[in-house]
């Protein structure tokens, strides 16, 4: 109120300053005061040829040229006068801006400022957003911003994948529905809203889920989530055949390098299919790709020397993972072997090593359970 408080006298002394001279009388006297000069001249004249300083025909040119001075004067005189009459008109002007003017502001900053605003102390000014801050309270603000804005097609897009990484399922499917509605419809908002439904669904593919997997096909017929997810409901319902179909087709034209392909592959080995380009381990099971050196290797190893050779490089592994508990990657490509070659003790069994080696780090546990869901186990 004190800093207001000035403001507003520092407004009132600079519009007094300019509005003053307005309100004051002009000098009406100018006029005047020649006459009396000239006057004065026109006597001194007199007593100057009386006392014989000047002569009669020099008296009358000088008397001559006062009285046209006097009349000038007398005439300029006359014409100030109703300038002098405005006097009364410019006092009410200078009162009119004196207490118009910041009624008028007043009334402006009113309408367009803010004057309920609090105040923004100068060290909240310079501090920036805690990228340490919980994740939870990072959303919340999210969320706030959308609830004033619930047309930001660009924020719900970033909230949904986050909704769904915390487990709120519902939710993320009510912001990827958002998202598709605000944002544009596409693929992958399509796949994604499927796999929230799933989410809602405990993992299941649901019709509803399923119904979106389709019409994210139907824009990207390549699309690998969906397919796969396809794919899994396919198993879901007991059509094996058409999984393995569907997920062998994946495989054929999808990049050697795509890093869903390890997921996909292990999924059809789940439902009995062969996995192309694979290298059959003991029992005429597929087992994962194998390194170029490794391929080559096994090119002529007979089928008993092939599972051996696949057994000791999935021993080695199993061994570095008791020093190295913290290869998530690592972890998985075990349990994933485990699964390929039918051992699924010893695949829960890794699995509860692979958890109680990342029980103390957060992120290692999240990145592990993802994974183990992506294998189709309980993550």
């Avoid at 002569?55 to 009349?71: K, N």
């Avoid at 997997?213 to 989530?225: H, Q």
């Avoid at 054929?252 to 592959?265: C, E, I, M, N, T």
């Amino acid at each position: 109120m004190t800093l207001w408080f000035v403001f507003a006298l520092m407004t009132v002394a600079a519009i007094f300053a300019v509005l003053w001279p307005l309100s004051r009388r002009g000098r009406a006297d100018t006029g005047g005061s020649e006459v009396v000069v000239y006057r004065d001249q026109l006597a001194e004249i007199d007593r100057d040829m009386a006392a014989g300083i000047i002569g009669a025909a020099e008296a009358d040119a000088a008397r001559v040229e006062i009285s046209r001075r006097l009349l000038a004067a007398a005439d300029q005189g006359g014409r100030e006068t109703p300038v002098q009459g405005n006097l009364n008109l410019r006092r009410t002007a200078a009162i009119v801006g004196l207490v118009g003017l910041p009624v008028i502001a007043s009334s402006f900053y009113l309408a367009l400022g803010s004057p309920r605003l609090g105040d923004f102390p100068l060290a909240e000014r310079g501090r920036v957003a805690d990228a340490n801050q919980p994740l939870a309270n990072l959303v919340a603000q999210v969320e706030a911003h959308l609830e004033k804005n619930p047309t930001d097609g660009r924020g719900w897009t970033v909230l949904a994948p986050v909704l769904s990484r915390l487990g709120r399922y519902d939710d993320a499917v009510r912001a990827y529905r958002n998202a598709i509605t605000y944002a544009g419809d596409s693929a992958d908002r399509r796949a994604d809203l499927g796999e929230a439904l799933m989410g809602t669904a405990g993992g299941v593919v649901t019709a509803d889920a399923k119904a979106e997997f389709e019409r994210a096909v139907a824009l990207n017929g390549d699309d690998a989530k969906a397919n796969y997810f396809l794919g899994l409901a396919a198993e879901q319902d007991g059509r094996k055949a058409d999984a393995a179909a569907l997920w062998q087709k994946m495989l054929a034209k999808g990049p050697s390098d795509a890093p869903w392909r390890p997921l996909v592959q292990a999924a059809l080995l789940r439902v009995g299919g062969s996995v192309p380009g694979g290298v059959s381990a003991p029992g005429g099971v597929s087992a994962p790709a194998l390194p170029d050196s490794a391929v080559a290797a096994a090119r002529d190893m007979s089928e008993a020397d092939r599972g051996t050779m696949i057994k000791g490089m999935v021993d080695r592994l199993a061994t570095r993972l008791k020093t190295n508990g913290d290869d998530v990657e690592g972890w998985l490509r075990l349990v994933r072997a485990y699964l390929v070659m039918g051992e699924r003790d010893k695949a829960m069994s890794a699995l509860a090593d692979a958890r109680q080696a990342v029980a103390n780090d957060a992120d290692r546990l999240r990145q592990l359970n993802e994974g183990l869901k992506n294998l189709g186990l309980d993550g």
